[in-house]
């Protein structure tokens, strides 16, 4: 029995809950699509909706309230009238003088809106009257003044008392046409009144909205574009402004620069990790050329005694076949030498803050960099085949795109299993992709990516190599570095065949333009008779290479510090050229070029510096600023002696 009672019971409580429910969530979805609608447009349908609730009430209240405003008017009026015409018949009353009432009361007919007018004796009867009323007035005879509406007339009692005792009535009544007419009139004034107001109504909620929403939607476009990692310039938020949408901009203001700040230490971040995960790599690629270059050193080392005495013994032949060794082992040191170097260069290239400095920058420099970086990562997996068709420039930073190219390639080995190097390739590709943009193009032939996976692959912090072996923020910071060159960055890829990356770069602008052929350089001028060169070192060995490379084409004078060379200089001796050194303990280069040009003026510019890599702040402000000709280390003597022979003149 309860399970039974039960049922109809629970269906009437129910049912009532039901049909709520279903209202609420209609309630609910039409507030959520109010909710969803932009704010101008929020701002401008509240505005109006006041507007529109303060118009309404014009046109229904003040219509009432001016029709009862011209009605009081009207009675007023009418028994104003009445009095006056009430004081003009006292002596008619007095005398019961019917042709002096009548005549008064017949100059009414002048009178606008006058229907009737009758003069009653006390006792009810008429004494006169002028135009008597169609139907009975409402007014009885006797009583104190009253006025009254009634049968589409004003109909008004007025008593009239003479100076002798004798009481009358005097009964007019008053057309209403002319109160009409007010009525009309003032619909006419309010209708327009209400248009007008409405009309400045929607223009005052739209300059509202405007001025709210314009900078509230500019705003939420910097917000939306930074979301998407689309470079927004802070010149569209609305700083100046003194009200809270300019507090809001400003605050968003500082919270961008801050992220910025941020995102400059993360790609930082990620170049000294991309640098620390290949150091292993690294060192074995410059191991192996200083094992081979310490080994050829010491053979020639060992070999010396055995070459002197083959000269002092007269045996050309086999002499001739000593020195031939001998220069295989030197042609085998330099090339290592030249390896070790690359390398550095590469190194210093990564390890360099550049702040997102833009420079005009050859594209195939910042992919050597990443490529001698991730040779270690490629060649025990993929054959590395380089296609250059061109070598266009782009304006960028090579430290930075560097960093692109070696993510990308790090990502295609790491595609690649080990093993099977001479089974796989890894393309490096750089073309014109259009007349206006340069194309670089990483393929290999590894595994892929997986559909689930394509959509993401940009997302920070998103990877799918196991814990340790990759952060996930490479290709999102890639991306977000070609996108602020006003690049591209795109891929394609099949399961099990490869993947293909492409970065899409904006020409220079001097690329851009079909240049006429540049004459063939003409060779520098030889090096004159008794030419100087002063060489300005801490290091005690590079001062002697340079003299032992050069002392037979020219005087070579080498100081120890910038001090020594600048009591050199003070002390007159004469020199062509300053080849110095950015970074030295004591006086630096910078400091010895700014005593020269202060004391020996002549001699400013004459300077050739060189540098291993400037690793303060003031010695890579001074590189990047100083116009003159830098050299890098190691020195490359046929390139000294070019920068030599330039300066001639």
Not at 158 to 169: D, E, F, M, Q, Y
Not at 262 to 273: I, K, N, S, T
Not at 477 to 493: A, H, M, P, Q
Not at 509 to 531: K, T
Request: glycine fraction near 10%; include cysteine; proline fraction near 6%.
């Amino acid at each position: 029995m309860n399970t039974g009672s039960a049922g109809p019971a629970a269906a009437l409580t129910r049912g009532p809950g039901i049909r709520a429910s279903g209202g609420c969530s209609s309630i609910g979805r039409v507030q959520g699509r109010i909710v969803d609608w932009p704010l101008r447009v929020k701002l401008v349908a509240v505005s109006a909706a006041l507007v529109a609730g303060l118009a309404a009430a014009l046109l229904f209240g003040l219509p009432r309230a001016l029709d009862a405003q011209s009605r009081g008017w009207l009675e007023s009026r009418s028994l104003a009238m009445a009095r006056l015409l009430g004081h003009a018949l006292e002596a008619a009353v007095d005398f019961e003088d019917a042709r002096a009432a009548g005549a008064a009361l017949d100059a009414l007919q002048d009178a606008r809106g006058t229907a009737y007018a009758v003069l009653l004796r006390a006792d009810g009867s008429p004494l006169s009257a002028h135009r008597s009323p169609d139907e009975p007035t409402p007014l009885a005879v006797g009583g104190g003044e009253a006025a009254t509406f009634a049968g589409g007339l004003l109909h008004v009692r007025v008593p009239i008392v003479t100076r002798s005792g004798r009481v009358a009535t005097l009964l007019m009544g008053f057309s209403l046409d002319e109160l009409g007419e007010r009525r009309r009139e003032a619909r006419r004034t309010v209708l327009l009144s209400a248009a007008v107001f409405l009309l400045v109504g929607l223009i005052s909620s739209f300059v509202v909205a405007q001025l709210v929403a314009r900078p509230l939607a500019r705003i939420t476009e910097v917000a939306r574009r930074v979301a998407a990692g689309q470079e927004q310039p802070a010149l569209r938020l609305p700083l100046g402004r003194a009200d809270e949408v300019g507090v809001l901009a400003t605050a968003f203001h500082q919270m961008l620069d801050r992220l910025s700040a941020q995102q400059e230490q993360l790609v930082m971040a990620d170049r000294r990790v991309s640098i620390g995960r290949l150091a292993a790599g690294v060192a074995h690629e410059i191991n192996n050329p200083l094992s081979f270059l310490a080994g050829n050193l010491d053979y020639v080392a060992a070999e010396l005694p055995n070459l002197a005495a083959l000269i002092s013994q007269g045996h050309p032949e086999a002499t001739g076949a000593l020195l031939q060794r001998f220069g295989e082992a030197v042609d085998d040191t330099r090339e290592g030498a030249r390896r070790v170097a690359s390398i550095v260069k590469g190194l210093r290239t990564f390890a360099r803050d550049d702040q997102d400095r833009r420079e005009r920058v050859r594209l195939d420099a910042p992919l050597e960099a990443a490529i001698e970086m991730a040779m270690h990562e490629i060649k025990h997996r993929a054959r590395l085949v380089r296609r250059f068709e061109c070598l266009p420039h782009v304006m960028g930073s090579e430290v930075r795109l560097s960093q692109v190219f070696l993510n990308l390639l790090v990502n295609a080995a790491h595609a690649i299993p080990e093993g099977a190097p001479a089974r796989n390739e890894i393309r490096v590709s750089l073309r014109l992709g259009s007349p206006s943009r340069a194309l670089v193009e990483v393929a290999d032939t590894g595994s892929g990516i997986p559909e689930a996976e394509r959509g993401r692959i940009f997302d920070p912090f998103f990877t799918t190599k196991p814990v340790g072996e990759g952060s996930g923020l490479g290709l999102s910071i890639s991306r977000n570095i070609v996108e602020k060159l006003g690049g591209e960055i795109g891929f394609d890829t099949e399961v099990g065949r490869g993947s293909t990356f492409r970065v899409s770069l904006p020409l220079a602008q001097a690329e851009e333009a079909a240049l006429p052929e540049a004459a063939p350089d003409r060779p520098p001028p030889p090096l004159p008779a008794g030419y100087r060169l002063l060489v300005v070192d801490d290091e005690p060995m590079v001062g002697a290479a340079v003299k032992r490379a050069l002392d037979g084409d020219l005087q070579v004078v080498v100081a120890g510090s910038g001090r020594e060379a600048l009591e050199h200089i003070l002390a007159g001796e004469r020199f062509d050229r300053v080849l110095c050194d950015v970074m030295m303990p004591g006086m630096s280069g910078e400091e010895l070029l700014a005593e020269v040009s202060r004391r020996a003026p002549q001699l400013r510019d004459a300077f050739v510096f060189m540098t291993g890599g400037a690793f303060t702040e003031v010695a890579r402000g001074f590189v990047e600023a100083y116009g003159g000709p830098l050299l890098e280390k190691p020195l490359d003597v046929a390139t000294l002696r070019r920068v030599l022979r330039e300066g001639l003149t």
